[in-house]
């Protein structure tokens, strides 16, 4: 990610079903570096089913990097499962999990071979409530350049003392993360 100056061009809040559909419609354009990140996973809609068949889309569409922010996999029911990570992480996807402090963090972040970017902001985790079932609220921004105003959070997120690579997380015995503070 460069210094270059960036300039948003486009900005507005949905709710779920809105947010689903500007998501959705933001993957028809060749996407060249991929960031999500999401405490909570689960199924997702169609056609995508899981995390996994989402980051093989992309990666199909030629998707050159995919980056996953997350909590650590398998701490409950929600987390993504260890297998899953081992999965994706097998398919060169890269995956960065944040033990401490909690990670409540959901965005959802699009570079474009073209030179713009879209990224996704607010209470939706990459599940099927978060796209369909729940009330949310999300902002979109859109704009050109090739930074935009979420990498200085991506890069904070993935920083040392903040996230480690899944491989550094495996070799460190599984760390658990600190629990959600109400």
């Known amino acids: 990610m460069s210094d270059k100056k960036s300039r948003v061009t486009f900005q507005e809040v949905y709710y779920t079903r809105e947010f689903k559909k500007r998501f959705f419609s933001s993957l028809s354009d060749e996407i060249k570096h991929a960031v999500i990140c999401s405490p909570y996973f689960d199924k997702l809609p169609k056609p995508f089913e899981d995390i996994m068949g989402f980051c093989l889309f992309l990666k199909k569409r030629g998707a050159q990097t ?3 922010i997350t909590r650590p996999p398998g701490d409950d029911k929600q987390a993504m499962t260890v297998e899953m990570a081992h999965r994706l992480a097998a398919e060169e996807i890269e995956i960065f999990i944040r033990t401490t402090p909690y990670l409540h963090a959901k965005m959802y972040h699009f570079e474009y071979v073209r030179g713009n ?3 996704f902001v607010g209470s939706a985790n ?3 409530g978060g796209f369909e079932r729940n009330h949310e609220l999300v902002t979109e921004i859109e704009g050109v350049g090739e930074t935009s105003p979420c990498h200085r959070e991506i890069q904070r997120m993935q920083a040392i003392g903040g996230a480690m690579p899944f491989a550094a997380w495996i070799a ?3 760390p658990a993360g600190e629990k959600e503070r109400p």
Do not use: L
């Open 66 to 68: 995919i980056h996953v």
């Open 172 to 174: 460190r015995g599984q």
């Open 117 to 119: 970017f879209r990224s």
């Open 126 to 128: 990459f599940t099927m």
